[in-house]
Every structure is written in C-alpha cells, then in structure tokens.
C-alpha cells in the first residue's frame, strides 16, 4: 500500500468528488498497473480500474470474462502507484447482479483487499436496490449508464444509446434512480449530447462523460486509448500521444542493434574489478 499517510498527502475521496457537481471538471482516467497510476496520479482526480483490463491488457473480446481476482491484482497495483487520486474498481460481470448480497461480499472483498475507495457497477433498472444496498452499507458506489460494455452480448456489440425515444426515456430514468439510490457519481457512456446534458442537469450526483460530450460535470477515458496504443479507437477518443508508432520504433531500432552488434555497447556491460 502507498505511503501517503506518512508524508501528508490525502487521497481524494468519494465526497470530494460528489461535492463537484457543476464545479471545475472532474478529471478521471483508467489506471491497471503501479507506473502508469503513478504517472497518472498527479493531473486526475480520480482514477478507475476499468473492467477493460480484460480488453486492453488481456486480450479479451470484451468485458465479460473479467475476474474479481483479475480485478483484485489491477487494483492492489494501482493504489501502490498512486497516492492522492480517488481509486475506483470496477466490479465485473457475475459479481454483483444475482443479489444484494452477493453484490455485498464481492465489493466488500474488492475493497479489502486493493484498499480502493469505491466500487463501480453498470446500473441498469434492476441493480439500483442493491445500489442502495451497498450504500447503506459504507460501500460507495459510482453507477455507470448508457452504453454498458457489460451487456455487449444482449446488445450484439458496443453501440451508441439513446437514440430514440423509448431508451432515451429509459436511459434518464436509469441514471435518476441511480442516483437517488446513493451513487456518488455516474458515468454516462456512449449517449448522445442532448441525453448527456439532461441528465446532468437531473441528477444530483456529478455526470463522468466517456463519448457523451462535454456537457457532463467530469470526463473519462480509457487511458490506453488517448496515449494512441491501439491502431484503431472510438469516435470520441482524442488521441494525446501516438504510443504504439514510438514504442514500434524504439523495439525496431533495439532489434537492428542486436542484430548489428551495437547493442549492448560498452557503457552498458560490466568489467571486472582490477585486483
Ligand atoms: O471499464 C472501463 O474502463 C470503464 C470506462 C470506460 C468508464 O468502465
């Protein structure tokens, strides 16, 4: 676990971010590892270890397979990287949607053992009771709506939300119920600007936008996303670095290095001590 306590540093907390609500925007980012949160850390308020880990670090086709260990490991590994930002986990399918209680000692173990502030869950009609479950219960609880990753198989892919009337209407309820059922925060994922703006202007709790506009009290991004890792990435990434073209280069020029012999050169070998 971080050391922050020592030196004085305090973490952002849940009520932090709550007191937010139409302030200065909420910078949130994804984290899984110690170096990338420690780099992260300074410029976010908050930082999520997103279920798409499964995708970005493991392979995945999507956020199904998600493991609570897989979740526990990214977790642990965030908080020792970073040190004032809120850390948020994502609880992954299968973890909470059978019952409150279920919902209860899977967040409760998520939290004990990485040490993160707060759990995330997708928040569909049927989760808000356990919501409030968890709330009630000194869990904090960020909800996610909109566009869900969860339900990519029921949905048949990762589509933008709200575009008619039914689910727009459907969609705002989700994100009121949400939060008055206690979140402290909600994500809104992949919805058009109009919706964004309406339910940020409906609910209590601050809005995190990821393909949602900036009418949202706070934005999020898959971090491996914007730093340009992936050739391909969502309309509403904006893409801060071009990673994979450096990372390419750099693994191209080390590998003609090998190949001619200029690697490793003498200031990167060891001599024996003169006796
Ligand atoms: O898993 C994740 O990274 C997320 C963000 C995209 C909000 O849920």
Known sequence: MSSYREEGVRRVTAPDIAARKS??????????????????DPHCDL????????????????????????MILHGQAV???SRRAMVVIDMPFGSYEGSAEVAYANAARLMKETGAQAVKVEAG?????????LVKRGIPVMGHVGLRPQAVLVDGGFKAKGRGADERARILQDAKATADAGAFAVVVEGVAEGLAREITQAIEAPTIGIGASAGCDGQILVTDDMLGLFDWTPKFVRRYADLRGEISRAVEAYAEDVRQRRFPGPAEIYFAKAV
């Open 23 to 40: 302030q200065t925007p909420i910078v949130c980012l994804t984290a899984y590892t110690a170096p990338m949160a420690e780099l992260l």
């Open 47 to 70: 930082l999520l270890v997103g279920d798409s880990v499964g995708m970005v670090v493991h392979g995945l086709p999507n956020t199904v397979g998600v493991t609570l260990e897989m």
């Open 79 to 81: 908080m020792r990287g």
């Open 125 to 133: 009609a049927t989760i808000v009771d356990t919501i409030g479950y």
